[in-house]
Structures are given as C-alpha cells and as structure tokens.
C-alpha cells in the first residue's frame, strides 16, 4: 500500500475483527493513540458489514472466533466484485510460520498483500509495524 493510498491525515483505516474483546479494546486504542480511526467487529459477520460500509486499508484479523471466524470472512471478501487495495495482518495465537493455512490464506484472498504477526507481538507495537508495511508497499 503506497502512501497514496492513506486517508486523509496519511494513516490508514484499520477494521479490527477478533472475538477477544482486550485485543480489540487494547489494538484500538493502540492505533487511535498513533492517529489512526479504527473500527472493531466481535466476528467474521459483523465484520464483513463493517469492511463494506468503511472500506478499510487494513483488517486485522484473528483467525479462529466462535460462530463466523477469519474464514468465513475472507471468503466474503472475496466474494466482492469491488474489492480494492488493502492489507491484511492476521494477528493470531494460533498461527505459526510456514502453516499451511497461511499459505493458503495468502493465495486465495481479495488482499493486496497479506501479512502474519503471532498474538505474541504486543498490541502497542502493531502501529509501527502496520505503518512500515504501508510505506513500504
């Protein structure tokens, strides 16, 4: 994502999908302390509606939740017709590199780039992280 591609004010719109609701409180106040706006969703569901109604630079998505996870939503966005330029940070407990679900998630999505970060990382240090991938990009 060029930095072209930012809002206004040059820092994307991030959309926040896990069912944790710390990870979701903690990851946007991270993001809104750097100047981001932010959108949470609990599920897969509820944050596709949200990813249609905003249109976000970057979902950060869990990729397990209880009724419709990280799956389920990326197969709706998928299935848009007008899906446009974003990232995806699957920030998950469950993920390591190298597992076959990441691969497949990075082969069969409707992002521009997709990107894996393990729970692991704290929350307050997503920002930086998500800013240099956007500038780089």
């Not at 809104?32 to 976000?56: H, L």
């Not at 974003?86 to 992002?111: N, P």
Request: proline share 7%.
């Amino acid at each position: 994502m060029s930095p072209s591609r930012l809002h206004p004010g040059g820092k994307p719109v991030i959309l926040i999908v896990d069912d944790d609701e710390f990870y979701r409180t903690t990851l946007s106040d991270a993001f809104q302390k750097d100047g981001y706006k932010t959108f949470t969703a609990p599920d897969g569901n509820e944050g596709f509606e949200i990813y249609r109604e905003v249109s976000p630079d970057v979902v950060i998505l869990d990729r397990i939740m209880p009724q419709a996870g990280g799956t389920r939503f990326l197969m709706s966005v998928k299935d848009l017709s007008n899906s446009k330029e974003c990232l995806l940070v699957i920030y998950s407990s469950t993920i390591k590199e190298g597992d076959e679900t990441a691969r497949r998630s990075r082969a069969h999505t409707g992002f521009s780039e997709v990107v894996h970060i393990p729970k692991s990382t704290p929350p307050d240090e997503l920002p930086g992280v998500i800013q240099g991938i956007a500038t780089s990009s």
